[in-house]
């Protein structure tokens, strides 16, 4: 099988697993980007990576916005982590069965460099994947990294999961994106309860130089404070009146970065608080450790790919999902983020919201389990 003609084949298979965008990016291209763009630390000799694209639906994104339902979400991550995974090791296994090139399928999430320093959600400064899939799909030409430093597609914003195939094969890379699709809205740090990422300052630890190109995106705090509000396990807007899908609330942005990373009595304290202090409901207790044991589960395995329905539970995610390629949706989105409410657990844990009204009433309901989901999505069928 001439190269061409693999080429085609291998982009094919992505695309027949429900991949949207499809690229292929060079070892050359890589070359001045920090260590994790090197793909010879997985596969020496590599010299092409296949990066392809799963984005969001945008219903589902309304809905979980809308704090209507998160299942929609949960149910397409599932999908997205789990095909980027199987048809990674499908991809390698043609190249192989079909070539005598080697081929490395790159983990979609959840592995990470031990020798960058021990890695936890809850402790980490820093966290440096095997292989960064969004270095990758910038040099694969599908888009550049936004401010918030997620890959910006022009086609789907930054809504969007990633998957990847590194290869000895050296394959023809596809023409670099031309123009960065971020505009610099903002809207992601808007969306965000932790304060990861800075309003206006540019991060300066390290260059990113793809292709020739110098990614620009916000100046990153503690990697510790993204993890523990992505996990769910605190958030709540500065001003109070909405949360992530989390009855925690707890607002984390307003620790600056340097004190956070100064003070790591602070986590501790939040961690304690959420977890054993007696002052907190019981039921919350319960909710808060039920997310650490899912997260302890799929950390032991180092692959979404590997992680079951079960324990898919996205509760923030803010500023990855909120990035669609239409601005206009994005402020849609956003203002449906700001109405939301708030989430909190009844007696029994079952989650429900309490919304303020345009006409200032309060309404509170239950969104579906999701069993319920689950079981109306089958009759429905």
Known sequence: MNLDELQKQIKQLTLNSGAKLVGVGSRERLEKAPSSANMGYCLPEAKSCIIWVYPNPINALENYFAKKERMSIKQFQYFAYTSAWTTAQRIKQFIEDNTEYKAFAVIPNGKYRKEEGSFSFLEADLAYPDFSLRYGAVAAGLGHLGWSGNLVTK???????????????????DPMAEENYCNKCKVCFQACTTGYFDKDKEEDIQEVIIGGYKEIYAKRGTYSKCGIGCAGLVGVSEDNSWSTWTANHICI??????EWKAKPFIRKQIMKKILIDKNTPSELRKFNKRIVKSFAKVAAHENTGLRPLKDTNPRCGNCSFICVADHKKRIELLELLKNSGKLYLDEEGREFVRQITKNGEEVTYYPPTEKEFFSNLDKKE
């Not at 930054?158 to 290869?167: D, E, P």
Request: aromatic fraction near 12%; avoid cysteine; glycine fraction near 12%.
């Open 155 to 173: 086609e789907y914003g930054g809504s969007l999961y990633l998957a990847g195939v590194l290869t000895t094969a050296p394959l023809k890379p």
């Open 253 to 258: 942005k307003q620790y600056p970065n340097q």
